[in-house]
C-alpha cells in the first residue's frame, strides 16, 4: 500500500529544537512526538544551521529549519521537477490556452503526470515562469497576479427563493412524502476525489447510497436524476442540499427530474439533520480511513438494506424500508 508522509509543523520543530539543547537523543524524541526516527534524523541533518562568519552558532534552529524546508518545496515544484510537463505547459499557454483549459485537457486524457490550474497560475507569475514572459499570453495580460482578496466576488449561485427559509410548512414539519435530502459523504484526501452522495428521504428516513468518482457537479446531479427519477412524482417532490459547489447544477435536476431544490443557510448543515444524522450511521461501516475505491456496488447496497431495515423510534419501531413501501402505495399520499 502506498505510504504518505507529512512534514513536521512549527510545533514540532520548536520542540526538536529545545529538546535537541536539552541533549535528548533522535529516539526519544522520535518516540514523544509520534514520528519514526527516520523523520528525526533527516530533518536534522537537511536542516543543520552551521555558517562559517558565525562559528558559535551552531546547531538545529526551528525558524531556520522552516526556511530551509520551504526552500526545498519551492526547488521541487511539480513543474519544475518535469520538464517534459512544463514545455507542455508552456507551449499550450503560448498557443492560447488558458491554464483551466490546460489542466482540464490533462485531466480529461488521464495524463500522468498532470497539474492543477492553481499550479500553473503559480508557476507563469514564479521566477521561472517570467523568464519565459508566459504572463502575456494570458488573457488579460497581467504582469503581477493579483491578490485573492482583491479579486471579483462571483455572483451567488444559489437563488435567494431556493432558501429554506421559503420551504413550505409540510416540508419542513414532514407532513408530506417525498421529500428528500442529500448530502456527500467524504473520505481522506489520500484517496482521491472519490466519494458516496447520501440521500434519504425525510419522513421515512428512507436511505440510498451512490459511489462517485469526483465532487463535480453535473455528473452528481445526472446520478440523483437516474435514481429520482425512476420513482413516481409523489416520492421525488423536493430535496435538499447544502451550499457546497458539488450542488450548482441544481437547475439540470429540476428540469430533468422536476425535483424543487432547497438550500441551506451558509455554513449551517445542521439545517438537514436528517442525512447528517444518517451519515453518522453509516460511519460504522465507512470510516473515513477506508478507501472508497475498494466499496463494492454490493457492499453499498448492504449497507443500505441494513440502515432501511433496522427499527426507528421515531417510526414507531417500523424500519424506514415499511414506512417507504407504505407511502409509495398509498393512493391518498
Not at 262 to 270: A, K, L, N
Request: net charge positive; hydrophobic share 35%; proline share 6%.
Amino acid at each position: 500500500m502506498k505510504r504518505t508522509y507529512s512534514q513536521l509543523n512549527d510545533e514540532e520543530r520548536r520542540k526538536l529544537e529545545l529538546w535537541r539543547q536539552a541533549k535528548v537523543s533522535p529516539d526519544v524524541i522520535a518516540e514523544r512526538l509520534g514520528r519514526h526516527r527516520s523523520t528525526i534524523y533527516r530533518e536534522l541533518k537537511r536542516n543543520h544551521f552551521r555558517d562559517e562568519a558565525m562559528p558559535k552558532v551552531v546547531g538545529y534552529f526551528w525558524m531556520v529549519a522552516k526556511m530551509k524546508a520551504t526552500l526545498r518545496r519551492a526547488k521541487e515544484r511539480k513543474l519544475i521537477r518535469h520538464a517534459e510537463l512544463q514545455g507542455q505547459v508552456i507551449d499550450r499557454i503560448k498557443a492560447g490556452w488558458t491554464p483551466e483549459q490546460i489542466a482540464g485537457r490533462m485531466r480529461l486524457e488521464g495524463a500522468k503526470p498532470r497539474v492543477c490550474q492553481e499550479t500553473i497560475y503559480r508557476f507563469v507569475y514564479s521566477k521561472e515562469g517570467m523568464q519565459h514572459d508566459l504572463w502575456w499570453y494570458l488573457p488579460e495580460h497581467r504582469r503581477k497576479r493579483r491578490p485573492r482578496r482583491a479579486r471579483k466576488r462571483q455572483a451567488p449561485k444559489f437563488c435567494p427563493e431556493n432558501s429554506i427559509l421559503f420551504r413550505p410548512d409540510d416540508v419542513a414539519h414532514r407532513r408530506q412524502f417525498g421529500h428528500w435530502e442529500a448530502d456527500l459523504v467524504l473520505f481522506r484526501q489520500k484517496f482521491g476525489p472519490h466519494n458516496l452522495i447520501s440521500l434519504v428521504e425525510r419522513i421515512s428516513r428512507f436511505t440510498v447510497l451512490l459511489p462517485n468518482a469526483d465532487r463535480r457537479t453535473r455528473p452528481i446531479m445526472a446520478k440523483l436524476v437516474a435514481v429520482l427519477g425512476s420513482l413516481p412524482f409523489k416520492a421525488r417532490r423536493s430535496i435538499t442540499f447544502d451550499r457546497g459547489s458539488e450542488f450548482i447544477d441544481w437547475p439540470h435536476l429540476q428540469a430533468h427530474a422536476g425535483v424543487q431544490a432547497w438550500f441551506c443557510d451558509p455554513r449551517s448543515p445542521w439545517q438537514k439533520g436528517t442525512v447528517e444524522n444518517t451519515n453518522r450511521r453509516m460511519r460504522r461501516w465507512l470510516p473515513r480511513d477506508m478507501d472508497p475505491t475498494s466499496i463494492s456496488g454490493a457492499q453499498l447496497k448492504a449497507i443500505c438494506d441494513r440502515l432501511n431495515a433496522t427499527p426507528r423510534k421515531c417510526l414507531g419501531w417500523r424500519t424506514p424500508a415499511e414506512v417507504f413501501r407504505e407511502k409509495v402505495l398509498d393512493r391518498r399520499a
